[in-house]
């Protein structure tokens, strides 16, 4: 019965244990919570792999709403392994978290950062599980403020500035996703990943849909810190507490390169697919 | 084409071209915000007025309503909005934690404070 819902749970579960943690204070307590919650996602992650090998992709409609108009979670092999390799990350970085949190954090903000840490994990997950262009931007904003504020809780001021350019630079680039969205959804009518991927060919020669990949590729490459727009990452890299970097540097720009947007955009012309293949090496390099 | 054609989309540019010079030419970091919130704000007046059919109404499902606007950007935007405003937020006390730890928010000031470091 419940291996039925393992799509929404993956996504709920953190989202549920963030505000328990403030709710807790203990900074014992909410570190034993974040663990047991990373190991339960890295289980449920586990189970949609093993689901996905024996029976192909699975989806599932929020609400139950069907596909098209409804927000769709879809979990295929590629998307499976993601979840996997990052529930797995945070499920190792968290039980060395405690005494390095303990170490660089003020005792009385330590919940905050598990908290954070958490909502982190959801926004990631939900990128890698998310079937709707619109539901990847908003999950794209929970990784994203929440670890602004991961980055500005590093013990040295300029983890402060750091931060603060990050977030303008973030929030830039999200900006330029979502105009991205827009122009395709004008041309399509559509949100759904897997909808946009057979609707676009049709229209992928218009000058719309052009602009739309141009301000997709700004914005993500933004959010990647892909070279030439990497400016924010150094600072925010070094400033930020050890877990942090740790977690972040291991997952953020990996679960967004692999994410089932590559499809839509591979799907729309044959030369802005090798445009992103490049890219994609480019980072791997820097 | 009748001249002012699609002039939402030129307020969007507009907007979208005012917010980003802010956010870059700026100093400031309170101006920075503001810049990003104009830069914001036009992306929602973009999908809000894309969504707009002329002579609709509100999507209101009753007899007598034959044509009513899109109301699925609109609701995106209902979504942005609150993100957008999560973002400000996060961005003014970011701020404030800057000004007690550097004593200004003036972008050069704190740079020259950080190479001195």
Redesign the interface.
Known sequence: MIAAHLPALQVVIPLMAAPLCVLLRRPVLAWALTLAVSWVVLAIAVALLLQVLESGPVTYPLGNWAAPWGIEYRVDLAGAFVLVIVAAIGAVVTPYARRSVEHEIPRDRIYLFYAMYLLCLTGLLGIAITGDAFNLFVFLEITSLSSYVLISLGSERRALTAAYRYLIMGTLGATFYLIGVAMMYMMTGTLNMADLATLMPAVADTRTILVALAFLTVGISLKLALFPLHLWLPNAYTYAPSVVTAFLAATAAFVLRTGQLSSVIKSSSASTGVVYRSLGFLRVYL | MEFPGLYNYWITIVLMMVG?YI?IAHDN?IK?VVG?NI??VS?FV??IS?AKVRGGTAPILDAGIEIYSNP??HV?IL??IV?GV??TA??LA??V??RN??GTIEDDE?EGQ?DDA
């Open positions: 980003f956010v970091l920075k990003l830069f914001q992306v973009f999908y894309m699925l950007p995106l979504t942005a993100v999560a973002t996060l961005a970011l701020v934690r800057i730890a550097y704190i950080e």
